[in-house]
Each structure stands twice: as structure tokens, then as C-alpha cells.
């Protein structure tokens, strides 16, 4: 049971448009974190929110933490080929140790 | 932000022979350092978790005696693929947190391990 579950697996866009990632949880997080992950290397940490309806703004990259800190998206406006990658979220869960990784959005921008 | 590295990057043996994989955190001391396997198109999957200075912890279904892990000081975590064989074929990367309680997690920039 993947504990979150990221939509959609797959993503194939032109350049110039916009999308949005969704990472989902029955389960509370105590922060959620977004990576990007590089064909043959290793994940490159984006962000992490900790508050309930946090916004936080990275250039062309908007990433939301839901109220009830269950689920978070990631936008992108205007997508560019330098955004091709593995979109990696995982989570805290209170009381945890372990982080708990969904299974990723593979995106790719064509040119 | 925190840097983690690892070496070597590529590694090509022959079944049966055993491999060791380092990952240093080269700017922080990480009390906890974690090992992934990746298999091609797929998300990570955790093997390990290494505190210094005692027993690795190891997730269901990961043989220890298979992988063996030592986390000998704060900077410098290895993972031993003993008697390897083809199976054994992953992207292996490691993290590490930069002090307790962080949350998040900095990744070294994975092996790739092909047994032939």
C-alpha cells in the first residue's frame, strides 16, 4: 500500500504549458517535501512545507500543502525542457522517523 | 544546502564477487545516513537505515548479511553487496539528514552497480 500516491505517473507536455503534480495521503504528514530527480542521478531537494495552506514559490514552481496536511501539488507555469525529471514527494509523519517516498510523476517537456 | 557524495558512481563486476559502495557527507555531520535502491523508471525503495556507531536497521526483506552496512563516523556511511550477482544489478543512492529531527534528507549522487 503506497502510503502517497502521486498523479499522474506520467507526463508529456510542450513547452510553454503549464501543469500540476498531486501527491495524496489518507494519512497526516508533518511536513511534506518535493525532490527532482535527474536520469542517473540522485534527487535534488525542491522544497519542504510544514504548515497547513502553506504556499511557497520557487520561480516558475508553486507548491501547496493541503489544510488538513494530508496531500500537497505541485504547479508548474510554462514548463521548459530543463524541467524534465523524476518529481519526488515524501513525507514526515508525526511521531516518524522513517520518510516515506510516492512513487513519482516522470515528466517531460519536448521542445 | 548539505552535500553528499558517493563513490564510485558506475561499478561493473563479475557474479560473485562483492562491491562497496561509499557515501560521505562532505560539509555536515550526519548522525543518520540512509541507503535506496532504485530499479530503472521506478521510485526509491529504503534498504537501511545506518546510525553511527551501531547496527544498521534494515527493512523487510533486505538481507543483511547480503548488504552489509557500516556507519564507521559522522561523514562517512558504506554498503558492502556481497557475492553480487546480476540481480543485484540497481541504482543505489544514500541520504543523510544534517543534524536530529531534520527533515529533510540530502542524496548523494547514486551508484550505478552492474554484475555481469
Not at chain 1, 39 to 44: D, R, Y
Not at chain 1, 45 to 56: A, C, D, I, N, S
Not at chain 2, 82 to 94: G, K, L, M, R, V
Request: hydrophobic share 35%.
Amino acid at each position: 500500500t503506497q502510503l502517497l500516491e502521486q498523479s499522474p505517473q506520467f507526463l508529456s507536455i510542450q513547452e510553454g504549458e503549464n501543469l500540476t503534480v498531486y501527491c495524496n495521503s489518507s494519512s497526516v504528514f508533518s511536513s511534506l517535501q518535493w525532490y527532482r530527480q535527474e536520469p542517473g542521478e540522485g534527487p535534488v531537494l525542491l522544497v519542504t512545507v510544514v504548515t497547513g495552506g502553506e504556499v511557497k514559490k520557487l520561480k516558475r514552481l508553486t507548491f501547496q500543502f493541503g489544510d488538513a496536511r494530508k496531500d500537497s501539488s505541485l504547479h508548474i507555469t510554462a514548463a521548459q525542457p530543463g524541467d524534465t525529471g523524476l518529481y519526488l514527494c515524501a513525507g514526515g509523519r508525526t511521531g516518524g522517523f522513517k520518510t516515506i517516498f510516492g512513487a513519482g510523476t516522470r515528466l517531460f517537456v519536448k521542445a | 544546502g548539505a552535500v553528499v557524495s558517493q563513490h564510485p558512481s558506475r561499478v561493473i563486476c563479475k557474479s560473485g564477487t562483492s562491491v562497496k559502495i561509499e557515501c560521505r557527507s562532505l560539509d555536515f555531520q550526519a548522525t543518520t545516513m540512509f541507503w535506496y535502491r532504485q530499479f530503472p523508471k521506478q521510485s526509491l525503495m529504503l534498504m537501511a537505515t545506518s546510525n553511527e556507531g551501531s547496527k544498521a536497521t534494515y527493512e523487510q526483506g533486505v538481507e543483511k548479511d547480503k548488504f552489509l552496512i557500516n556507519h564507521a563516523s559522522l561523514t562517512l556511511s558504506t554498503l558492502t553487496v556481497t557475492s553480487a550477482h546480476p540481480e543485484d544489478s540497481s541504482f543505489y543512492i544514500c541520504s543523510a539528514r544534517d543534524r536530529k529531527g531534520a527533515r529533510e534528507q540530502f542524496f548523494g549522487p547514486g551508484t550505478r552497480l552492474t554484475v555481469l
